[in-house]
């Protein structure tokens, strides 16, 4: 099988875990397009904690995509939306509502700005420290919030959300998927709404089939495109569930290049 399509997702598996990307990496992805292999880059963050990677590794300018919101929102190099899925805003007060009891900060997103109403825990300045980005404090998010949202991130310490994330899916999980994309993070998204819902619509567009393309990555959100792939690829960093279900579990981990590995023996040989 020649692959034509390579998706990866970002942090831990892209970036090593101190959010760099390695020079034989960074290598390894412009010798893969220079053999014609389109490059998408997919993850859970919003688009301008995506865009910038993709520009980084020639992915815009060589007619590649990115995913962002867990493929809710699908962007051409121009940053066009070629696709989009929203959550109804109606699930918020309800979402809110159910976490009362417990010590979690909810955080919501534009394309380019994440905002909370409650700064309580530490967890809940992750992403915005790893975009290098404000997080934004409004007075409430059941009266402020006024534009459609892609999905609700819920951060915590992660013993406390392995304890909320069933009693969310009992209450909205034949309506919304619920899911964690980092130990402290909780993901709440539309109903079918994952990566690999992102990743088949791409290749679709691109006139690639499933069979060639490589998805790459270490955390649940992962899965769905694991699974989707022609060859699914987990990290050697990654979680069980996915080493389980992945077809080829990388040797080296994301601080090791692994991203390389996959391309030097999928796509370069």
Request: proline residues 4%; aromatic residues 8%; glycine residues 8%.
């Amino acid at each position: 099988m020649k692959y034509r399509l390579l998706v990866t997702d970002i942090d831990d598996t892209l970036l090593t875990t101190d959010k760099r990307i390695t020079n034989k990496v960074r290598d390894a992805i412009f010798k893969a397009q220079d053999a014609g292999v389109t490059v998408a880059i997919a993850s859970g963050r919003l688009p301008i904690g995506v865009r910038p990677y993709a520009e980084e590794l020639g992915v815009c300018e060589r007619g590649g995509c990115y995913l962002a919101f867990n493929g809710g929102l699908v962007l051409d190099a121009q940053g066009n939306i070629l696709h989009s899925n929203v959550l109804d805003r109606k699930y918020l007060p309800a979402i809110c509502n159910a976490l009362r009891p417990y010590d979690v900060t909810v955080l919501v997103h534009t394309h380019d700005k994440i905002f909370t109403d409650n700064n309580q825990n530490s967890y809940a300045y992750t992403e915005p420290e790893a975009l290098h980005q404000p997080l934004y404090l409004l007075n409430n998010l059941l009266t402020d919030v006024d534009w459609d949202l892609h999905k609700i991130l819920i951060a915590g310490e992660p013993e406390l959300l392995h304890e909320v994330e069933p009693v969310l899916k009992a209450q909205f999980g034949q309506e919304l998927d619920i899911f964690l994309s980092a130990p402290w993070f909780l993901d709440v998204m539309p109903k079918g709404v994952n990566k690999g819902v992102g990743v088949r619509y791409l290749a679709a567009r691109l006139g690639i089939p499933t069979e060639a393309v490589i998805a790459c990555g270490d955390s649940y959100n992962d899965l769905s495109m694991i699974q989707c792939a022609g060859l699914g690829v987990a990290m050697h960093n990654a979680e069980d569930a996915l080493k389980e279900a992945a077809d080829y579990v990388t040797e080296r981990d994301c601080d090791h290049d692994g991203i390389a590995e996959v391309i030097e023996k999928f796509i370069l040989t």
